[in-house]
């Protein structure tokens, strides 16, 4: 019985030390080999615009995956956000072209939008006791059919060219949307660590029903968190109008996956209470490095979704594994 008692807590030891390793360091080790196996099957993938080319797409969706890490720090998700981008896009492309309106206007008032479908996202789910999943697969088809209503069926193109910095500009050899994610990554990683704000979402993802006792304003909180979500989108959505010059009516089909993968991947616990932003940017890289590596391999978009779902399932797996493990 000792000798079985002794297996059993060696196997226990090496578990728990692949899942310290794995929370520290394995995500980036993954996304180092995938660097390396795509580079030696494809010498084009270390080419300098081939890595600008990334880390360009890797912004726009990484912009909303740190939101979206907020909003599953709570253990919540939302579906709309690629309807989000398309509807903001649209705004913001309208106000340029059609509309006649200032560059200021057509900047602020889309991402004004977005925190305000965010934060009805937040407000319904909470305020009417719905699930998240529920309300935001609503809002995307109600934003999905807004953009096609407001650009009457036809991508809307010609930004004026200070619009068309955001997403094509360069400060120095950097692009200006990679300098706009990096800036939002650590403002972000600084709040969940530094501030009360932070702590309060931690602390009702890890378990709401004690936030609750302890007086923290659940709900308040989860409103404010789809409501940062909502403004990042509409932030992405001026990168990719600018960068595109134009107002696209496919615009940000298919980022839900994209971005809830980036955070997943990246650490962060669909349970809530677990995870960070510094997660979310890895994750972010290897989704986008790993879309990059399959069009210059020739792999056919519909072959890229179907990695990506496993990839998503495979994270969550080793979620829930994990635990489970330290539960028992």
């Known amino acids: 019985m000792q000798l079985i008692s002794d297996e059993q807590e060696t196997q226990k030891s090496f578990v728990e030390r692949f899942f310290i390793f794995w929370d ?14 795509f580079g030696a099957l494809n010498p084009i993938f270390f080419h300098p615009l081939n890595i600008l080319n990334v880390i360009r797409q890797v912004s726009i969706i990484g912009v909303i995956a740190v939101g979206m890490t907020f909003v599953i720090l709570l253990a919540g ?59 935001t697969l609503g809002s995307m088809s109600i934003f999905r059919g807004a953009t ?20 094509a500009g360069m400060v120095g050899p950097i692009p200006f949307p990679v300098v706009i994610f990096i800036s939002i990554v650590i403002i972000a990683g600084i709040v969940l660590k530094r501030t009360v704000f932070g702590r309060y979402i931690y602390a009702i993802g890890g378990n709401e029903e004690a936030a609750l006792l302890s007086g923290i304003m659940v ?25 595109l010059n134009s107002g696209e009516l496919v615009a940000g089909q298919g980022y839900e996956l994209d971005v809830i993968a980036s955070v997943i991947i990246g650490g962060t616990s669909l349970m809530g ?14 989704i986008g490095v790993i879309s990059n590596g399959l069009n210059l391999l020739g792999v056919q978009p519909y072959w890229q979704m179907i990695v990506k779902g496993f990839i998503i399932i495979l994270a969550v797996l080793l979620d829930k594994l994990k635990r489970r493990f330290r539960t028992t």
């Open 24 to 37: 520290k360091a394995g995500i980036l080790l993954a996304f180092i080999v995938v660097c390396v196996i």
């Open 77 to 135: 998700i939302d579906l709309s956000v690629g309807s989000i981008v398309a509807f903001c896009g649209i705004i913001a492309a309208a106000f340029q072209v059609k509309w006649g309106g200032s560059l200021f206007l057509s900047i602020v008032i889309p991402l004004l939008i977005g925190g305000g479908i965010g934060f009805m996202n937040g407000f319904i789910s909470t305020k009417g006791g719905l699930h998240p999943f529920i309300v």
């Open 148 to 167: 096609l209503l407001v650009a009457q069926g036809k991508p809307i193109a010609g930004m004026s060219q200070a619009f068309r910095f955001i997403g």
């Open 219 to 243: 709900e308040r909180y989860k409103i404010s968190a789809f409501t940062i979500l909502g403004f990042l989108s509409g932030l992405s959505a001026l990168i990719l109008t600018s960068r």
């Open 273 to 286: 209470g677990e995870g960070g932003v510094y997660g979310t940017l890895v994750g972010a890289l290897l």
